[in-house]
Protein backbone atom coordinates (compact mmCIF):
# COMPACT_ATOMS: atom_id res chain seq x y z
CA UNK A 1 0.00 0.00 0.00
CA UNK A 2 1.31 3.49 -1.15
CA UNK A 3 0.44 6.47 0.57
CA UNK A 4 0.23 10.22 0.02
CA UNK A 5 -1.45 13.43 1.33
CA UNK A 6 -5.24 12.59 0.85
CA UNK A 7 -4.30 9.47 -1.70
CA UNK A 8 -4.33 5.61 -1.25
CA UNK A 9 -3.00 3.03 -3.34
CA UNK A 10 -3.70 -0.84 -3.03
CA UNK A 11 -2.10 -2.85 -5.47
CA UNK A 12 -3.73 -6.81 -6.17
CA UNK A 13 -7.32 -5.57 -3.97
CA UNK A 14 -8.74 -8.59 -4.24
CA UNK A 15 -12.19 -7.63 -6.85
CA UNK A 16 -14.60 -9.58 -4.59
CA UNK A 17 -13.89 -7.31 -1.60
CA UNK A 18 -15.38 -4.12 -4.09
CA UNK A 19 -18.38 -2.41 -3.84
CA UNK A 20 -21.03 -4.12 -5.92
CA UNK A 21 -21.78 -0.81 -7.89
CA UNK A 22 -17.39 -1.16 -8.64
CA UNK A 23 -17.03 -5.03 -8.75
CA UNK A 24 -19.72 -5.51 -11.69
CA UNK A 25 -17.18 -3.85 -13.84
CA UNK A 26 -14.26 -6.70 -12.95
CA UNK A 27 -13.42 -10.37 -13.49
CA UNK A 28 -14.73 -12.42 -10.17
CA UNK A 29 -11.75 -13.37 -8.21
CA UNK A 30 -9.12 -11.21 -10.11
CA UNK A 31 -7.46 -8.04 -8.64
CA UNK A 32 -7.13 -4.45 -9.35
CA UNK A 33 -4.75 -2.02 -8.54
CA UNK A 34 -6.83 0.49 -6.07
CA UNK A 35 -6.72 4.27 -6.27
CA UNK A 36 -8.40 6.22 -3.61
CA UNK A 37 -8.26 10.12 -3.97
CA UNK A 38 -9.77 12.59 -2.01
CA UNK A 39 -11.67 15.11 -3.67
CA UNK A 40 -11.39 18.69 -2.12
CA UNK A 41 -15.11 20.08 -1.82
CA UNK A 42 -14.32 23.02 0.27
CA UNK A 43 -13.18 24.79 -2.80
CA UNK A 44 -15.37 25.33 -5.92
CA UNK A 45 -14.09 24.17 -8.84
CA UNK A 46 -12.70 27.05 -11.48
CA UNK A 47 -11.81 27.80 -15.17
CA UNK A 48 -8.98 28.78 -15.90
CA UNK A 49 -10.79 31.57 -17.55
CA UNK A 50 -12.08 32.32 -13.51
CA UNK A 51 -8.49 31.83 -12.41
CA UNK A 52 -7.28 34.58 -15.01
CA UNK A 53 -10.04 36.78 -13.84
CA UNK A 54 -9.76 36.58 -10.34
CA UNK A 55 -5.73 37.02 -9.95
CA UNK A 56 -6.49 40.11 -12.58
CA UNK A 57 -9.15 41.71 -10.06
CA UNK A 58 -6.62 40.58 -7.16
CA UNK A 59 -3.93 42.57 -8.25
CA UNK A 60 -5.65 45.20 -10.09
CA UNK A 61 -4.75 48.41 -7.68
CA UNK A 62 -1.18 46.78 -8.22
CA UNK A 63 -0.53 46.77 -11.72
CA UNK A 64 0.87 49.63 -13.64
CA UNK A 65 1.54 50.53 -17.12
CA UNK A 66 5.12 50.52 -18.64
CA UNK A 67 4.77 54.17 -18.56
CA UNK A 68 3.88 54.71 -15.13
CA UNK A 69 6.98 52.77 -14.27
CA UNK A 70 9.20 54.62 -16.24
CA UNK A 71 8.10 58.15 -14.87
CA UNK A 72 8.14 56.97 -11.32
CA UNK A 73 11.96 55.72 -11.98
CA UNK A 74 12.78 59.32 -13.95
CA UNK A 75 11.19 61.15 -10.87
CA UNK A 76 13.64 59.13 -8.15
CA UNK A 77 16.38 59.76 -10.46
CA UNK A 78 15.51 63.31 -10.53
CA UNK A 79 15.64 62.90 -6.60
CA UNK A 80 18.95 61.54 -5.88
CA UNK A 81 20.45 63.97 -8.87
CA UNK A 82 19.51 67.48 -6.98
Do not use: C
Amino acid sequence: MERAMNKIVLHHYPVDKLPEDLRRHFSRGGSVTLEVVEERTDEPEQSVEELVRAMRARHAGRLRSQEDIVAEIRALRDEWDD
